[in-house]
């Protein structure tokens, strides 16, 4: 079995990252300029398009992931192999359900020409979806923040981690994962 997660996978992995950085970053910053103004409606136009390529990579990495092969199972607790399984299951959950969010509050407010850059600042303010959008971000960033944790934990106490997930062309100078038998007691 092989050590490291396929080469798209781990391109996939990196670039969803550095997208959801930037969508959360530019997402937080869009909305407290002045509405009807150039940079809010640039900003805006980036954030729709960019969340939505974010939404297709994200179903793109799901049949990847389904369909390819994944590396030797990593030494984990059973707990902490089940939570990180159920937290990598949520974030794909997350990431659909902003996408999803993103596109139903641009689809239901005056967002056609908006695009285009030609129509005044569309309006959100009211949509369910905008308010589910805004409140999902919230639980994306948890998850986020448990799947590093997690990962660095592993990292730290078993090695291994990052060995099958960094991009480095030079990961196997990075230490395997430390199995049971040669464990300290
Ligand atoms: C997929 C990942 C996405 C992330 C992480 C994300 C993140 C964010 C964040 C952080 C905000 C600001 C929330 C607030 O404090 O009010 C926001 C607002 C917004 N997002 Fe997204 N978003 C994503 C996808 C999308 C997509 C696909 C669309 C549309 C096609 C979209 C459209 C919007 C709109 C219309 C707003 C409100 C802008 C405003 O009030 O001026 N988002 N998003």
Known sequence: MKERWSTPLIALHWLSAALLVGLVVVGFVMVDLPA?????????????????????????????????????????????????????GLLYVGLFGMAATGV??????????YLEGAEPSPVF?????????????????VLVGAHV?????????????????????????LPPAVQPKEQVK
């Open 149 to 173: 944790i997690g990962a660095l934990v592993q990292q730290l106490r078993k090695g291994g981690t990052l060995r099958r997930i960094w991009p480095s062309l030079d990961a196997s100078r």
């Open 36 to 88: 009807d103004t150039a940079l809010r409606r640039g900003l805006g136009r980036a954030h729709s398009l960019t969340g939505v390529a974010l939404g297709l990579l994200t179903l793109v990495r799901l049949v990847v992931r389904l369909r390819g092969p994944s590396p030797a199972p990593l030494p984990l607790a059973p707990l902490h192999r089940r939570g990180a399984s159920f937290i990598q």
């Open 125 to 141: 303010d009211g949509l369910r979806s905008r308010q589910v959008h805004e409140g999902l971000v919230a639980g994306l960033l």
């Open 104 to 113: 139903a509050t641009a689809y239901r407010s005056n967002w056609h020409g």
